[in-house]
């Protein structure tokens, strides 16, 4: 009993420490913006206004890059699942040899660095039309998403007993039924990590709007978060108020999908 | 039969997820470019954005027929990802924006067309515009690009503080022992008498005014008598004479924070830093010269306008217009540029516009002893590289001269000319 009161102690440590910038950054969010910054914490709690919350969306159009990046995770987290486990699918029920070299590949895509990359992607996107479109932001949910999505399922997979996947060919299942029915529902852990991280990968990318989106009015969340990040030291109130929106929607995600992933075990 | 069925039923239903997605893709890729466009590439904050957005209305409604494209990135260092990546392409943007110090790159590799035989089409006049700033954006006997500004570094000062410790505002000759001396007196246990970024952009002006130069042949920031006194002077201000903040009170509050929150009697920063002061400062303040050394000297900051491609007619009306007096004034409001048209620079509406500084001809004061650093494709990494080293020093980490060392060393033979 003692020992479990400690662990969960040394555990509210521990998340304090985490939660601290968080506290922080929404504290100094609520300090006035257009002023010299509070030089400690007392004076940041002596005033402190909503205001940075309205303010922050007359400043930029923070509310269209809020609809933007939320355009791109609606269409790219779902079909980054779709396609990621019925690929992760695919390998697990393959027999074929060259299965092996397939997940090396994807292995060794992981190492190739995402900058590498960027201006070959870039003139097919150039090349295809979608450069400066909401599209070209979401084109790689349609191949998966990451090689790390395909990966998480299939050593989900592998972990199930292969005997259910050959049970579900002798009743008639078809590939499709199997993985909808009988893989997708074994790996409800895999599927909400997947989800999550999709969403990060999404809703974070920052890199990819800055290459490949001229328009303004298309920009998303982070470059909306990076021009607040350019404005002078006194505005510092309403960068940290962006990034308290921007936190909301990954912290409601994954209060969601926790009762899945924190199972500890990648398959139910 | 019976599994080739179900597999159907399941394809159904993803052709409908897909169907259901398509048209939603559809309005999603939005309009394509139209070829009557042509594209503009600038870095900028929001008040850079919504100024060069006005700059553009402007156009657009005195050329109906024309269309500008803006290729925007919010900081420096991701508009020069997008700009590596559009030239890399081979999708260059028509007018791109782009300080001095970054042109040279471009212009080596073959990425920008020069301005020069384009001059009469721009309505680039040189006697219209400073020397200083068509020489900066001149490289190899050609100009690369048309200068939009020409800023320099000034002491920004807080008369509030200068006034509590009985100090006289800073004169036009002031020399580096007087700056020595008012911070000094301004100096207490909450108070710096002045803040400093250090860096080679800001140590440049202190090296040139110690008749020091940045460049010998293929050695940057050389071991001579001349940089050894401009970087010690500029050092011991933190190590020796602490009237500066040290590298602690530096990282827990920034020059600028600092000197924005009172806490700081003067700081060298450029133009750029002015429309911040207006909306923060809530004490007086005004703007001086660089303390002088062996003579007087201030490194010039400057942006042009520079051609991605072979231009057509419509990219040099565009850049003739961001040239004009009407373009430049209309920058020129943000307050944050100082016009490098004299005409403008020279007129009320950017000395006097009615706003704090009262001294902006501090800034046309400097123009005759502005110096340029030198066109490199490199330089910026040299820039940096030498910043770190200068740092190490500020903080009396390391010596002046093994900084210089160190510079020396990891330099090697850069090939250039100051």
Same mark, same amino acid.
């Given at each position: 009993m003692a020992k479990v009161s400690v662990r969960r102690a040394l555990a509210a440590v521990v998340g304090a420490i985490f939660l601290l910038p968080l506290v922080m950054g929404g504290l100094a969010s609520l300090s006035l913006a257009g002023q010299a910054a509070p030089q400690n914490l007392g004076a940041l709690l002596r005033e402190w206004s909503w205001q940075n919350y309205a303010e922050v969306f007359q400043m930029i159009p923070l509310g269209q890059h809020l609809w933007n990046s939320l355009l791109v995770v609606i269409v790219s987290v779902p079909f980054s699942v779709l396609v990621?486990?019925?690929?992760?699918?695919?390998?697990?029920?393959?027999?074929?040899?060259?299965?092996?070299?397939?997940?090396?590949?994807?292995?060794?895509?992981?190492?190739?660095?995402?900058?590498?990359?960027w201006l070959f992607r870039f003139q097919l996107l150039s090349r295809v039309g979608l450069v400066d479109t909401r599209?070209?932001?979401?084109?790689?949910?349609?191949?998966?998403?990451?090689?790390?999505?395909?990966?998480?399922?299939?050593?989900?997979?592998?972990?199930?007993?292969?005997?259910?996947?050959?049970?579900?060919?002798?009743?008639?299942?078809?590939?499709?039924?199997?993985?909808?029915?009988?893989?997708?529902?074994?790996?409800?852990?895999?599927?909400?990590?997947?989800?999550?991280?999709?969403?990060?990968?999404?809703?974070?990318?920052?890199?990819?709007?800055?290459?490949?989106?001229?328009?303004?009015?298309?920009?998303?969340?982070?470059?909306?978060?990076?021009?607040?990040?350019?404005?002078?030291?006194?505005n510092r109130p309403l960068l940290l108020a962006g990034a308290m929106i921007a936190i909301v929607p990954p912290m409601l995600l994954f209060l969601i999908t926790q009762r899945w992933f924190l199972q500890g075990e990648w398959t139910r | 039969m019976r599994s080739k069925l179900q597999d159907a039923r399941c394809i159904r239903r993803l052709h409908i997820l897909l169907l259901v997605s398509l048209p939603f893709s559809l309005i999603l890729l939005g309009c394509q470019n139209q070829s009557s466009t042509i594209s503009f590439a600038f870095a900028g904050d929001v008040a850079e954005l919504a100024a060069y957005q006005t700059l553009i209305n402007a156009f657009e409604q005195a050329h109906p027929d024309i269309e500008i494209e803006i290729r925007h990135a919010p900081s420096r260092q991701d508009f020069q990802q997008k700009l590596v990546t559009m030239f890399d392409a081979n999708q260059p943007p028509d007018v791109v924006l782009l300080n001095y110090r970054?042109?040279?790159?471009?212009?080596?590799?073959?990425?920008?067309?020069?301005?020069?035989?384009?001059?009469?089409?721009?309505?680039?006049?040189?006697?219209?515009?400073?020397?200083?700033?068509?020489?900066?954006?001149?490289?190899?006997?050609?100009?690369?690009?048309?200068?939009?500004?020409?800023?320099?570094?000034?002491?920004?000062?807080n008369q509030d503080l200068f006034d509590a410790a009985g100090q006289p505002y800073p004169q036009p000759n002031w020399t580096w022992?007087?700056?020595?001396?008012?911070?000094?007196?301004?100096?207490?246990?909450?108070?710096?008498?002045?803040?400093?970024?250090?860096?080679?952009?800001?140590?440049?002006?202190?090296?040139?005014? #110690?008749?020091?130069?940045?460049?010998?042949? @293929?050695?940057? &920031? %050389?071991? +001579?008598?001349?940089?050894?006194a401009a970087l010690t002077w500029f050092t011991e201000l933190q190590t020796v004479h602490n009237v500066v903040p040290n590298a602690l009170a530096a990282q827990s509050l920034p020059a600028d924070e600092r000197f924005l929150s009172g806490g700081v009697a003067m700081i060298f920063e450029?133009?750029?830093?002015?429309p911040i002061m207006r909306e923060v400062a809530d004490f007086d303040w005004d703007v001086a010269l660089l303390p002088q050394g062996e003579r007087k000297a201030g490194i010039l900051h400057s942006d042009g306008y520079c051609l991605g491609q072979t231009p057509s007619a419509e990219t040099l009306m565009f850049v003739r217009f961001a040239l004009s007096e009407q373009g430049q004034q209309i920058l020129a409001q943000t307050g944050r540029t100082v016009p490098s048209r004299l005409a403008i #620079?020279?007129?009320?509406?950017?000395?006097? @516009?009615?706003? &704090? %500084?009262? +001294?902006?001809?501090?800034?046309?004061?400097?123009?005759?002893?502005?110096?340029?650093?030198?066109?490199?494709?490199?330089?910026?990494?040299?820039?940096?590289?030498?910043?770190?080293?200068?740092?190490?020093?500020?903080?009396?980490?390391?010596?002046?001269?093994?900084?210089?060392?160190?510079?020396?060393?990891?330099?090697?033979?850069?090939?250039?000319?100051?």
């Amino acid at each position: 009993m003692a020992k479990v009161s400690v662990r969960r102690a040394l555990a509210a440590v521990v998340g304090a420490i985490f939660l601290l910038p968080l506290v922080m950054g929404g504290l100094a969010s609520l300090s006035l913006a257009g002023q010299a910054a509070p030089q400690n914490l007392g004076a940041l709690l002596r005033e402190w206004s909503w205001q940075n919350y309205a303010e922050v969306f007359q400043m930029i159009p923070l509310g269209q890059h809020l609809w933007n990046s939320l355009l791109v995770v609606i269409v790219s987290v779902p079909f980054s699942v779709l396609v990621a486990s019925l690929a992760a699918f695919f390998l697990i029920r393959s027999n074929q040899p060259w299965r092996r070299w397939l997940v090396a590949f994807a292995i060794v895509t992981m190492l190739v660095p995402p900058s590498a990359v960027w201006l070959f992607r870039f003139q097919l996107l150039s090349r295809v039309g979608l450069v400066d479109t909401r599209l070209a932001l979401m084109l790689s949910a349609f191949a998966g998403g990451s090689s790390l999505f395909v990966l998480i399922y299939f050593w989900a997979w592998r972990q199930a007993p292969a005997d259910l996947f050959d049970a579900a060919d002798i009743d008639g299942a078809s590939f499709l039924q199997a993985w909808w029915q009988v893989a997708l529902p074994l790996v409800r852990p895999a599927t909400a990590a997947v989800t999550l991280l999709a969403f990060m990968f999404f809703w974070g990318n920052f890199i990819e709007p800055v290459l490949f989106i001229y328009d303004p009015n298309k920009y998303t969340l982070p470059i909306g978060l990076q021009l607040l990040n350019q404005l002078d030291a006194s505005n510092r109130p309403l960068l940290l108020a962006g990034a308290m929106i921007a936190i909301v929607p990954p912290m409601l995600l994954f209060l969601i999908t926790q009762r899945w992933f924190l199972q500890g075990e990648w398959t139910r | 039969m019976r599994s080739k069925l179900q597999d159907a039923r399941c394809i159904r239903r993803l052709h409908i997820l897909l169907l259901v997605s398509l048209p939603f893709s559809l309005i999603l890729l939005g309009c394509q470019n139209q070829s009557s466009t042509i594209s503009f590439a600038f870095a900028g904050d929001v008040a850079e954005l919504a100024a060069y957005q006005t700059l553009i209305n402007a156009f657009e409604q005195a050329h109906p027929d024309i269309e500008i494209e803006i290729r925007h990135a919010p900081s420096r260092q991701d508009f020069q990802q997008k700009l590596v990546t559009m030239f890399d392409a081979n999708q260059p943007p028509d007018v791109v924006l782009l300080n001095y110090r970054r042109m040279a790159r471009f212009a080596a590799d073959g990425d920008l067309q020069p301005v020069t035989p384009h001059l009469s089409q721009i309505d680039l006049d040189p006697d219209a515009f400073y020397p200083i700033a068509l020489q900066a954006f001149t490289w190899n006997d050609e100009l690369w690009c048309a200068p939009q500004n020409i800023s320099s570094l000034v002491v920004y000062y807080n008369q509030d503080l200068f006034d509590a410790a009985g100090q006289p505002y800073p004169q036009p000759n002031w020399t580096w022992d007087d700056f020595l001396r008012t911070a000094k007196a301004i100096t207490t246990n909450e108070i710096y008498g002045a803040a400093i970024d250090p860096g080679l952009y800001r140590l440049a002006p202190f090296v040139w005014q #110690a008749n020091g130069v940045l460049v010998d042949g @293929d050695e940057l &920031l %050389p071991e +001579s008598a001349e940089n050894l006194a401009a970087l010690t002077w500029f050092t011991e201000l933190q190590t020796v004479h602490n009237v500066v903040p040290n590298a602690l009170a530096a990282q827990s509050l920034p020059a600028d924070e600092r000197f924005l929150s009172g806490g700081v009697a003067m700081i060298f920063e450029s133009r750029r830093f002015t429309p911040i002061m207006r909306e923060v400062a809530d004490f007086d303040w005004d703007v001086a010269l660089l303390p002088q050394g062996e003579r007087k000297a201030g490194i010039l900051h400057s942006d042009g306008y520079c051609l991605g491609q072979t231009p057509s007619a419509e990219t040099l009306m565009f850049v003739r217009f961001a040239l004009s007096e009407q373009g430049q004034q209309i920058l020129a409001q943000t307050g944050r540029t100082v016009p490098s048209r004299l005409a403008i #620079a020279e007129s009320d509406r950017f000395l006097n @516009d009615g706003q &704090l %500084p009262m +001294s902006s001809h501090v800034w046309l004061d400097e123009v005759s002893t502005l110096q340029t650093v030198p066109l490199h494709p490199n330089w910026l990494q040299f820039e940096e590289m030498a910043s770190t080293e200068i740092e190490e020093v500020f903080y009396g980490r390391i010596s002046p001269i093994e900084g210089l060392d160190q510079i020396q060393i990891q330099s090697g033979n850069i090939q250039i000319n100051d």
